[in-house]
């Protein structure tokens, strides 16, 4: 199985910024319990988001998709 941690990085980078996640949800046009749930690892954002998520950010998505590679079956 392979982890993606992109929820953990979401809230590191939200954070960092002090942006709640009401904020950030408004500048995502998504809700702010879509936020809770990406960061709660409870679902993962659309492809769309995590380029939107990046481009706030300043971030390459490389750095919100990095993958656990310890856990991976695919090895």
Do not use: C, H
Not at 35 to 59: K, M, T
Request: aromatic fraction near 6%; avoid cysteine.
């Amino acid at each position: 199985m392979v982890i993606l941690m992109i929820g953990n990085k979401i809230k590191e980078l939200r954070k960092r910024y002090k942006m709640t996640q009401k904020t950030l949800a408004k500048k995502l046009y998504v809700t702010p319990q879509a936020i809770s749930r990406w960061e709660n690892g409870i679902v993962e954002p659309s492809l769309q988001a995590v380029v939107n998520i990046a481009i706030i950010f300043n971030v390459q998505t490389d750095y919100l998709l990095e993958v656990d590679l310890k856990q991976s079956v695919l090895k």
